[in-house]
């Protein structure tokens, strides 16, 4: 049967990152899976017509929650819909599903992310001087506490026993449908072959010496732990790593962290990209992608990672880990602060037959249909039908 479904986010512009690119590739797979899909965002750049802007007129680069709440309901009363799905937390929706885990946990893991004990404490006590933010998490409690309020889905376990832990959300209001990205994106082979011969350039090395190439990919460098990576290389080169190479790719500012580089002589084993326009390209040349972020509810590159068959190296406090087998696919890190064991998990992939056996694994355990954004939709759809049909039992 057709449905229609409205999908509530704050902005829409595939651009920003993560987040926002999860919901506009959402919204395009749920349309193959007999959906009629609006996408309604406060804020944005797309033109389409299937994507209504609110709140384009208020001043400021976001809205205020209380606005956007006010513009969607006023647009709700006119435009009726089979579902409504949020990934904010508004109490009138029938689907909550935060894209980027509870409020509750990131405040936390975003203090952690500074590695100082100080610093962490005035993060956690400052966290609710955004009011913006102190909005949504209390907007988020109680959705949580209300018993009749949204079906709560997680997009990963991670984020599920957050809700559990935070909020005590019973069993009965949440669900897991682990995230999906796109699995079948073109390669540019041009554009590869360019950056490969541009990194080795950097490096200073050259194809004879068989180089292992680690990519690093992120936006916030300090809360993907870029710091402990650096760290993590320095171990590992004196060790037995010597052929490993870290490509950093984000457009956040790399000049403490290519000074830590420098400091900790492996300057040359650490090239610099900046922002990249296709992740794609340079996961065809890279060997494994390594992430050791201290809060990532799902991580989009380790997935896309594993779609392009590469072993990956994240922690536990990814939720993308919930989808590969530690040990088998990659390696899963108990602590981001945890450098001997980011490094020996390093060591272990400069192996070539580690690397080979990994992504063998990741082939024969069929793990690209298992992170497809259509797996996803067809699981949410799935959600869908059973909430309109108690709808239509309660009439």
Excluded at 169 to 179: D, E, F, G, I, Q
Excluded at 218 to 246: D, P, Q, S, T, Y
């Amino acid at each position: 049967m057709s449905r229609k479904v409205a999908i509530i986010t704050e902005r829409i512009d595939i651009g920003l990152g993560g987040a926002e690119r999860s919901v506009f590739e959402l919204a395009s797979e749920l349309s193959r899976q007999d959906c009629r899909v609006d996408v309604l965002a406060a804020k944005g750049q797309a033109k389409a017509k299937d994507i209504h802007i609110l709140c384009q007129n208020l001043p400021g680069r976001r809205a205020n929650y209380f606005a956007f709440a006010k513009a969607l309901r006023k647009y709700l009363t006119t435009n009726q819909y089979d579902i409504v799905h949020s990934v904010l937390p508004f109490d009138f929706a029938d689907v909550y599903q935060p894209r980027g885990g509870t409020y509750a946990e990131s405040i936390l893991r975003n203090a952690a992310s500074y590695q100082n004990k100080f610093i962490e404490s005035y993060k956690r006590i400052t966290a609710f001087a955004n009011f913006q933010r102190t909005l949504l998490l209390q907007a988020e409690k109680r959705i949580c506490r209300n018993p009749d309020g949204p079906v709560i889905i997680a997009i990963s376990e991670y984020v599920a026993e957050q809700f559990r832990r935070h909020y005590g959300v019973s069993a009965k209001r949440l669900m897991v449908v682990p995230n999906g990205v796109k699995v079948d994106r073109q390669i540019d082979k041009i554009e590869s072959d360019r950056l490969r011969v541009q990194i080795l350039a950097q490096s200073g090395m050259r194809e004879e010496d068989k180089p292992v190439l680690f990519l690093f990919a992120a936006n916030n460098f300090r809360l993907k732990g870029l710091a402990v990576l650096i760290k993590a290389m320095r171990a590992a080169k004196e060790a037995e790593g010597k052929k490993a190479l870290l490509i950093v790719a984000g457009r956040d500012n790399p000049v403490k962290y290519q000074v830590l580089a420098e400091k900790l002589r492996v300057v040359e084993k650490t090239i610099f990209l900046g922002e990249v326009r296709n992740i794609q390209s340079i996961l065809t040349i890279a060997d494994v992608a390594v992430l050791p972020t201290f809060y990532d509810p799902a991580s989009r590159f380790i997935l896309e990672a594993l779609a392009a068959g590469r072993p990956v190296i994240t922690t536990r406090f990814n939720g993308a880990a919930d989808l590969f087998i530690d040990n088998r696919h990659g390696k899963i890190i108990d602590r981001p602060e945890n450098v001997p064991a980011l490094a020996a998990a390093i060591s272990y992939f400069t192996n070539e037959a580690n690397i080979k056996s990994a992504s063998e694994a990741i082939i024969a355990d069929n793990l690209r249909d298992k992170i497809s954004v259509a797996r996803a939709a067809e699981q949410l759809v799935s959600v869908y039908d059973s909430i309109i049909d108690k709808r239509k039992r309660q009439i």
